[in-house]
């Protein structure tokens, strides 16, 4: 898998400067009317509402992620999609076939239909291909056409800060109002894409399936009974994981959500009157590059437009040369400019942090405020237990805040994979100074226990906080490979 992702982000250093042309913004819906807004900054409480509102639903329950673990938390979502698909709810699951495939694979999601739930696979062109590399990397779940919830959570144990090694600080927001329709809308658009494909069903052999008669003809009986022995044992095998997986009890369940319900009792409710959703379309090669990048633009637009303060919460910091002159015009027209992002003791995948420290020294220079998570939970952050507590804390949020007074959330992340690759979704709410002062003050949390960085003698004192003699060598192996394919951007 890590050799996969490393490849990814090589191939999409390498391949997009040729595309990533300049396009007309559309596909934006923007709704004047008041829209109920619950912040989930806590994944243990994004875990929660999540399980509320699927027990919720009375019609339909639309799941769409880039990841989605076959752990606790996974198997918990599939145990409670089953009970509403059983009851007569419509459950459909869009899953990224990249990230996706070997955990919940083509047997997996045929024992689902048995239940009713209904899934796609996006883009199951090979990840050693060009077009392989444009992924869906939106998440979202829609309940009944009213509720939704987006922001930057996949399915998976450390996503909801319930893994004991490692968990991500993120980010979602749940809405409830019109434009729900238009983020089902969007859902609708991708399930509906030729690039989405219905799983391969993966049924129990029969010996009179045409593969083993093709075998006995032209070999023999014996040899064809032990082909299909060997299949059925290996498909057996599977079946049991997977019915013992779906029907396994978790005691530590009540315990989780008595902790999420009380955070969300806790939990600021906002509303906002000017709401925006913005998403980009499915789509493969030059013409998506060109036509279906619309997340992106209305960020940028929106950078140009800050007047005095913008600030940027992104696992990857990643400039290419579309936002090396938004961030440099930002710093020289005097907007003041902080990032929130990994260092190398918090970085996920190791070869992001060459190009960050590479890239940085410059625009420090020019006045850039850099954060660096040290791996560390923030103080006001609820932990399940003390093992979770102690775990090493990376941030995967994916938020911007304009002039103190204008919010975006959704799936896009400061990088060419974002910018170029990946379809993404986001949403604004302009004009409310009370939920950007609630962003912000979340954001200011997990700052304070953040390395700040605003020269280039504190990024080379404090650029290996933390870090392992491991992350170390990592970082040097990869950095200048990084650095070389940086240039052809």
């Known amino acids: 898998m890590k050799v996969n992702l490393l490849f990814i982000i090589f191939i999409s250093l390498i391949t997009f400067k040729a595309y990533g042309q300049t396009s007309p913004l559309r596909n934006i819906f923007s709704s004047n009317k008041e829209h109920e807004l ?43 999609l089953i009970e509403k698909s059983l009851q007569g709810v419509r459950v459909r699951l869009l899953l990224d076939s990249f990230m996706i495939s070997e955990t ?35 998440k979202s779940i829609i309940i009944d056409d009213e509720k939704a919830i987006i ?19 993120d980010r979602e927001i749940l809405i409830r109002g019109e434009i729900v329709s238009k983020i ?10 030729s690039l989405s494909s219905s799983p391969k069903h993966i049924f129990r052999p029969s010996f009179k399936d045409i593969k083993y008669q093709n075998i006995k ?52 409710k906002f509303s906002c009157s000017k709401n925006t959703f913005i998403s980009d379309f499915p789509g493969l090669g030059k013409e998506h590059l060109k036509n279906d990048r619309y997340v992106k633009y209305e960020i940028f637009k929106r950078i140009t437009q800050a007047q005095q303060k913008v600030v940027i919460d992104s696992p990857f910091f990643i ?31 190791g070869y992001a942090v060459g190009p960050l420290y590479s890239q940085v020294k410059k625009y420090l220079d020019y006045g850039l405020n850099l954060f660096l998570i040290s791996g560390e939970s923030p103080d006001s952050n609820v932990s399940y237990n003390l093992q979770t507590q102690s775990s090493r804390f990376v941030t995967h949020s994916k938020s911007i805040i304009f002039d103190s007074k204008s919010s975006m959330i959704g799936s896009f992340n400061f990088d060419p994979r974002s910018n170029n690759l990946s379809t993404e979704l986001a949403y604004f709410c302009d004009d409310n100074f009370d939920l950007a002062n609630e962003f912000m003050q979340n ?17 080379k004192k404090l650029k290996f906080l933390n870090a392992s003699f491991g992350q170390k060598i990592l970082y040097y192996g990869l950095k200048f490979p990084s650095l070389m394919l940086i240039n052809f951007l």
Do not use: C
């Open 184 to 193: 089902q809308e969007s859902f609708n658009n991708f399930w509906n894409s």
């Open 319 to 349: 400039l290419d040369n579309e936002t090396k002159p938004l961030i440099k015009n930002m710093l020289l027209n005097g907007v003041e400019v902080e990032i929130m992002t990994n260092g190398l003791h918090a970085s996920d995948p």
């Open 38 to 80: 619950i912040l989930l900054n806590n994944g243990i409480a994004a875990f929660e509402k999540r399980i509320q509102l699927i027990e919720s639903a009375k019609r339909s329950i639309d799941l769409e992620t880039f990841i989605f673990d076959f752990d606790v938390t996974g198997t918990i979502i599939l145990q409670k």
């Open 217 to 268: 003809k032209a070999k023999d009986f014996t040899t064809a009974k032990q082909f299909f022995q060997y299949d059925i044992s290996i498909w057996d095998k599977e079946h049991l994981r997977i019915k013992n997986q779906l029907d396994q009890k978790f005691p530590e369940l009540e315990t989780i959500r008595s902790i999420g319900e009380q955070i969300l009792e806790e939990s600021p």
């Open 104 to 138: 919940l694979n083509d047997q997996v999601l045929t024992e689902l239909t048995r239940y009713g739930i209904t899934s796609k696979f996006y883009n199951r062109k090979s990840v050693l291909t060009y077009k392989g590399q444009f992924r869906n990397h939106r």
């Open 443 to 459: 954001i200011q949390d997990r700052m304070d226990v953040s390395a700040q960085i605003d020269d280039k003698k504190q990024l």
């Open 151 to 169: 922001g930057g959570r996949n399915i998976s144990d450390a996503y909801f800060e319930l893994d004991a090694n490692k968990n991500y600080l």
